[in-house]
């Protein structure tokens, strides 16, 4: 990997950009914390009101899921864009 492929920045930045990736960590694992805790309630309401019926908490499971894993692959998807990366977008808009 040649220098212009890595992110420039100074200690600072870098600082920065570690917090803000703990931070969407962190509210990562909050949202999943609150995705699993209301689940577990509609799943027990679902049960208590007629489980013999349709599992109809799948409406609520599904796609709130798709935004669970959605926040995940944001919160841990690997590096920043690198600075040749920004520049070729850059370029390309130009």
Known sequence: MTDDMRPV???EDLRLRAVR???KKHDFYAHLLVYVLMN???VVVWAMTGADSFFWPIFLIVP?????V???WEAF???DFTEAQVRREM???A
């Open 70 to 72: 959605m926040n995940g």
């Open 9 to 11: 920045g100074s200690d």
């Open 40 to 42: 577990a309630f509609v």
């Open 64 to 68: 709130w899921g798709i935004g669970v």
């Open 91 to 93: 370029d390309r808009l």
């Open 77 to 79: 998807r690997g590096e």
């Open 21 to 23: 990736r703990l931070k």
